[in-house]
């Protein structure tokens, strides 16, 4: 039988699902081909005329006539899902919009709603599995430390939020208190500011590698770890180490939490992998260790009571454990109220009014937010489905394809709290922002619920799953792929880079120095250091920024007054020296 009587023999065995999988597979390789080969963005319209349509059919059916020769139905529908993931990836990444990704991902989601993948059976080991988020762990923290390394070492990290840490970290570990001058333009302790003493568990890593890299590397780190008990979770509600492991790369490749990291360092950061800490070992009734993280989880920040609260609250309702719940509960009370206390007599209080400002009148304080959304609950309605919050819903949710909103228990709604009440129900624009860091707490928690209502879908949980992975993926791939093109940024810089060296090198490691804000953090190793654009201090030596629009305009005033010019390089940086500090 010739070549062709077998290919023909072959085609009219084939059911019209199997033809039109395979045209569908073979449209969409030739859709990749052409998205790769052509130099132009797919959104716009000169991607036309670069497209031969005589040759892109050819390609085409001759895919489709090379597919005929595949008799696993399960590989032509692996690679049409594998091949339109890529394609909607790239071209994800090539316009970097989040609404479009959004398009992409519904798209792509249908797709592997009607493709044939139940047969599909992947068996992963438990030593795989434990290799296996090792192996995102250490990418995850190469990836985002190694970047935000870049950045801070090409003057790039701005006083706010990395500098001020910085240089506390100097501080812990010259005096082992949490010392900063450039966070409020005067020596204080950052307590007064934000209570979290769970930095002091990064110190020992900090004494051993005392530098601003280490921290940006180690949140990294911590961040990445909570895949750890998410692993456990899901291993505790009989998903399958494959489903863990589909769970462990959509937590890596989570918007929210990458946007917090490069946001440079916070405190935030621990929240996600306490939090799941502390629900792994309370779904498991262990009360010792579910107490260990619930004061893990307080010595965060003084806000971190919202989530060990809601949390103790909603296995009140689950396990009914009420000893371990109610004082899980109370001490979270506790805490807050002594800790609010403090920092209102020692610090500056809790920043309640710029936060939920909203929601207080006549002089009132935190109470008063209570009080109003009692009295008048469509005003937080009102408040929490603005049209700006939209974005930021889908964000968070569209990556894990709404698991946390496919809620069969009631009680579940109890954990859905803090993602009201600490992004949404806020006008302060960052804590509904996956740029910044106040979403480490409430995806924890929505990918618990994930992770629990996944198991309750049954069936219906690895297309679930599946579509949850392509939709990380493809957002991933339009937020944050593009950060690796920064190495490139990073080497085109390096004379720029170097000639700031040269200048700040110039102004001795015991000075006093008020420093444009990308600089404060390369000067932070020392006793004062003050933000230029924002302090009122009169210091020995002042450093600009010559790369920023007005920089040029702004060292011109430090010229003929009391301060010498001893090192100026035009579009890198410009240092004075004080006459008084001779």
Known sequence: MTLKENLINKIKTFKLKQYVMRVLMSYAFSLLCSLLASGEECTQKSFFYGINLPLFVFFTAAVFVLSCFIKSEKIING??????????????????????????????????????????????KKNTLAF????????????????????YLNYKTPCYDFGLFSQMFYYMKETGECLVTCERDGLLSHFAVHFSPVYYLLLPVYFVFPSPCTLLIAQAFVVASGIIPLTLICRKYGLSNASAAVFACCYILFPSFMGGCFWYLHE?????????????????????????????????????????????LYFLFANKNYKCNLSVFA???????????????????????????????????????????????????????????LLFILQMLVPLCFLPLLIKKPQKLILLIPFVLINLM???????????????????????????????????????????????????????????????????????????????????????????????????????????????????????????EDG???????????????????????????????
């Open 132 to 151: 296996f988020c090792v192996t995102l762990i250490v990418c995850y923290t190469v990836f985002i430390g190694g970047i935000c390394c870049l950045y």
């Open 79 to 124: 690679a049409l899902i594998a091949f339109a993931e890529m394609y909607f990836a790239l071209a994800s990444a090539l316009t970097g919009e989040y609404m479009f990704s959004f398009g992409l991902c519904l798209i792509i989601c249908i797709a592997a709603a009607f493709a044939d993948i139940d047969e599909i059976k992947i068996s992963i």
């Open 268 to 312: 935030n950061c621990f929240l996600g992998v306490f939090i799941l800490f502390l629900i792994y070992f309370m779904e498991k009734e262990k009360t010792l260790p579910a107490f260990i993280f619930v004061f893990l989880t307080l010595s965060v920040k003084e806000d971190a009571a919202v989530y060990t609260a809601v949390i103790a």
């Open 552 to 582: 040029e305009e702004r060292a011109q005033k430090y010229f003929g007054g009391d301060y010498e010019c001893i090192y100026y390089r035009s579009g890198a940086a410009a240092v004075f020296k004080s006459f008084d500090g001779e």
């Open 331 to 389: 001490v979270s009370v506790l805490y807050f109220c002594a800790v609010t206390k403090l920092m209102s007599i020692y610090g500056e209080g809790i920043m309640s009014q710029s936060r939920y400002g909203i929601y207080i009148y006549d002089g009132g304080g935190l109470l008063t937010v209570i009080k109003s959304v009692i009295g008048n609950p469509v005003y937080a309605v009102y408040n929490v489905f603005r049209q700006d919050k």
């Open 426 to 548: 806020t006008d302060y624009v960052y804590q509904y922002d996956i740029g910044f860091q106040y979403t480490f707490g409430t995806g924890s928690i929505l990918f618990y619920l994930a992770a629990g209502n996944a198991a309750e879908a049954g069936k219906h949980s690895k297309k679930i799953l599946l579509c949850g992975l392509l939709s990380s993926l493809i957002i991933f791939s339009g937020g944050y792929l593009s950060k690796i093109s920064y190495i490139n940024t990073f080497s085109a810089a390096k004379a720029q880079r170097e000639a700031i060296a040269e200048g700040l090198e110039m102004i001795p490691d015991d000075a006093e120095v008020a420093a444009s804000t990308f600089f404060v953090a390369n000067l932070s190793q020392r006793r004062e250091v003050y933000e230029l654009e924002t302090t009122k201090h009169e210091t020995d030596y002042i450093a600009v920024d010559l790369r920023s």
